[in-house]
């Protein structure tokens, strides 16, 4: 109770001091850190764990990218923008940015596209519905490495299931995962597998939350098919496919799993995304200044693009 | 203010639960260290066929040492390829380990002064043998005069054969030169198996030894590449058009290329001695010889795992005694009637039980003709990812050898610094 009625009072004052009215002095300081500590207390361990393994590290790669960093050397050379200019130059950086911009746009297209055409199909809560859906979601739940490590079994053009059912049909295998034409399409057909029932799930529940009387009133305004999705259902749900838009661009700007179990960037550094150059110029290369540079530059680019997604849904909520 | 209070309990109660246990494992540390034997950790990446083997060398090792004991932690290669180098060069991390199983790491290591030079050197009884252990690995491991790894193993490449495929094309016997190699590999080429299974990439390199065998190479001894020069063109050519040709498959993984042996679609297979349980396992009539002879005469490919220990280690001498054992007579013979791999030493040849193994002495026999691959050159790591894998896979398929070859010199050049 007492908790309640200090925070109030404090939210009044804090009111009446953005009005103008003078603010009151003496007493206020003291109250204020009583009120403050126990707040601080209370996230002090997540904001210990926030500014060790988080924020620290963010700084610190910052640091070592403008050096040539080697882990614990006495010494390290000072390259000062050297590392970004070199990978501003280098070929392999703008093939892993094509590859990884290429992944995140296509995996995000389609799976929205089938997360709301599953989530769409699949609403009612029949027994069989329940079943399918089940079957569209495990996936998700599955590690990336198992499931990178299965497929790529299924896809082996020798001794795999897929290339056993394309002979038995009088096909030739296919090298999905050996050749650098089909390596980055089928990785992505395997994320957008793996992912998609995710994003029916978050679509669905917002489906779910349509009021049914807009429906109602837009059929009586003759309103049918695609303009009952494109004028009722698709502005209702909004907020749900920013949060699933901005989720899966993020993850798929950093997807590194999948392509390190699947191909491990190639064949031909086809499938190299910015992740899978950054691990290896920093662990098999030994090269962390340069892999912090390739770390700052994925980090600005999503926050990049975060922002301008975070503004084009807001732009059109005010619209 | 009760929330306050209620906050300070919590967080006081949590932090008094952590000190605990804190404190809980720093007795355990230091009473086992006080009264008990010296305890030595050791870190590898041998989490293949051969992983067995190693821990029956561990155990055998424990059980005749009271005063010391060895942990193995296995782990795959690419895990320790990320701690190690913090752990080491932080001045933490186990007392041994074999930091990768390209003999080339040495030098990383050696850069951040995270390894131990080996001192406890001779023929005695604790003393590492450096005399008798494989020349290569000593030069490898060997840097201005000072021993900082001895062999985890030694292994060559052989030629594996599926007999019944053989048998079913007619050849008797498996090839043995060049020449004979690429004709029988045409020749057995057809009704959905290849005459040669060969891995690109991810893999203990089997393209040197097709090169070598033309008399080619990758990097001279000036560090500059020499894959552009005309012989190499010529057989990088050769041996890409065979690929084409469908003689081999295009792109596979090492782990890709063994499926394949395994499951009798390839005749034949250039492979270490690791392979051979799970061939015999899959249920293939397994024969193994020795790479053809090439046109400058015997070569294969060797490989070895450095065997290192932590600079910072508290017990360097002990963990250059458990060196010295592993490299030992005993320990060296247990462990290649284990695993197959010939011995780290040369003064086994002669052993009669060893001679006496099929695979361990198919494999030692090649250890005269082993070359390591890319062996001294500079940025040996990134000059296979950045430079020779990608050449391989682009002329593989179908790329103009002479223009893929002037683009991976370009670009082994500058990685290794060479002043052409």
Redesign the interface.
């Known amino acids: 109770m007492?908790?309640t009625s200090t925070a109030s009072a404090s939210g009044a004052r804090g009111v009446a001091r953005r009005g103008g009215s003078a603010p009151d002095t003496g007493t206020t300081p003291r109250r204020r850190r009583?009120r403050w500590?126990?707040a601080w207390?209370?996230m002090?361990?997540s904001l210990t764990i926030i500014a060790v393994f988080i924020a620290y590290p963010i700084v610190e790669s910052f640091r070592y990218s403008l050096y040539d960093w080697?882990?614990?050397?006495?010494s390290q050379e000072w390259l000062g923008l050297g590392n970004y200019t070199e990978l501003f130059g280098d070929e392999?950086f703008w093939n892993a940015l094509r590859v990884t911009v290429i992944f995140a746009v296509a995996s995000v297209a389609l799976q929205l596209l089938l997360g709301y055409a599953a989530a769409a199909a699949l609403q009612r809560d029949g027994w069989f519905n329940r079943v399918v859906r089940s079957a569209f979601f495990f996936p998700t739940v599955v590690a990336l490495a198992v499931i990178g490590l299965v497929w790529r079994f299924l896809l082996?053009?020798?001794?795999g299931l897929v290339s056993g059912l394309i002979e038995r049909f009088g096909g030739d295998p296919v090298?999905w995962l050996?050749?650098?034409a089909l390596a980055l399409p089928t990785v992505i057909f395997v994320s957008v597998w793996k992912n998609v029932g995710f994003t029916m799930i978050i679509l669905l529940a917002a489906l779910k939350g349509v009021p049914a009387q807009l429906y109602e009133a837009a059929r009586l305004d003759g309103a049918s098919g695609w303009r009952l999705t494109r004028h009722v259902t698709l502005p209702s749900i909004r907020p749900a496919l920013l949060f699933a838009t901005m989720i899966m661009t993020i993850n798929s700007l950093q997807v590194f799993d999948l392509v390190y179990v699947m191909t491990?960037g190639?064949?031909?550094?086809a499938t190299d995304t910015l992740v899978t150059m950054m691990f290896?110029e920093g662990?098999?290369?030994?090269r962390i200044g340069y892999a912090s540079a390739i770390a700052w530059v994925l980090f600005a680019l999503i926050l990049l693009l975060s922002a301008l997604q975070l503004k084009l849904f807001r732009y059109r909520d005010v619209d | 203010m009760r929330a306050t209070r209620a906050a300070l309990l919590a967080i006081g109660t949590a932090a008094a639960v952590t000190l605990a246990a804190c404190g809980g494992s720093d007795d355990d540390g230091g009473s086992g260290e006080a009264a008990g034997p010296v305890a030595l950790t050791l870190w590898t990446g041998f989490t293949g066929g051969d992983r067995a083997a190693y821990e029956e060398l561990i155990a055998t090792f424990n059980e005749t040492h009271d005063d010391i004991q060895v942990t193995m932690e296995v782990q795959p290669w690419d895990t320790i390829a990320q701690t190690l180098p913090s752990a080491w060069g932080t001045g933490q991390g186990p007392d041994l380990a074999t930091p990768n199983f390209d003999p080339n790491v040495i030098g990383r290591y050696l850069e951040t002064d995270s390894l131990l030079a080996l001192d406890a050197v001779g023929d005695g009884e604790d003393q590492i043998n450096v005399d008798q252990l494989a020349p290569a690995a000593v030069e490898a491991f060997t840097v201005d005069g000072e021993l900082y790894a001895v062999p985890a193993n030694v292994a060559t490449l052989q030629l594996y054969y599926n007999k019944a495929l053989f048998a079913a094309a007619g050849v008797d016997a498996p090839p043995a030169t060049v020449d004979d190699f690429r004709a029988v590999a045409q020749q057995l080429t057809g009704d959905g198996v290849y005459g040669l299974s060969l891995a690109e990439r991810e893999t203990i390199q089997m393209w040197p030894i097709l090169q070598w065998l033309d008399g080619g190479d990758i990097v001279g001894d000036d560090n500059c590449s020499v894959l552009d020069s005309p012989e190499n063109i010529e057989s990088l050519t050769t041996w890409a058009q065979l690929v084409q040709d469908g003689v081999a498959p295009v792109g596979l993984t090492g782990a890709e290329s063994d499926a394949l042996f395994s499951a009798g679609q390839a005749a034949m297979q250039l492979n270490g001695p690791w392979a051979a349980p799970g061939y015999t396992d899959a249920g293939i009539d397994l024969g193994v010889a020795p790479v053809p002879t090439g046109v400058d005469g015997d070569v294969t490919l060797a490989s070895t795992v450095p065997l290192a220990v932590s600079a910072n280690t508290d017990h360097p001498e002990e963990a250059q005694e458990f060196l010295a054992w592993w490299t030992g007579v005993d320990a060296q013979k247990q462990f290649a009637l284990a695993s197959g791999f010939p011995p780290v030493r040369t003064d086994l040849a002669d052993d009669p039980e060893l001679a006496a193994n099929d695979v361990v002495s198919a494999f030692a026999a090649a250890l005269p003709s082993g070359r390591l691959y890319l062996q001294g050159v500079p940025n040996a790591t990134e000059v296979d990812a950045e430079g020779y894998v990608p050449l391989i896979g682009e002329i593989t398929r179908g790329e103009d050898v002479a223009g893929a070859a002037a683009a991976a010199t370009e670009r082994i050049d500058a990685i290794t610094g060479c002043q052409s």
Do not use: C, H, K
């Open positions: 007492s908790t009583i500590q126990p207390l209370f002090a361990p080697r882990v614990g050397a006495d392999r082996d053009p020798q001794i090298q050996q050749d650098p491990n190639g064949p031909l550094f290896r662990f098999e290369n030994f």
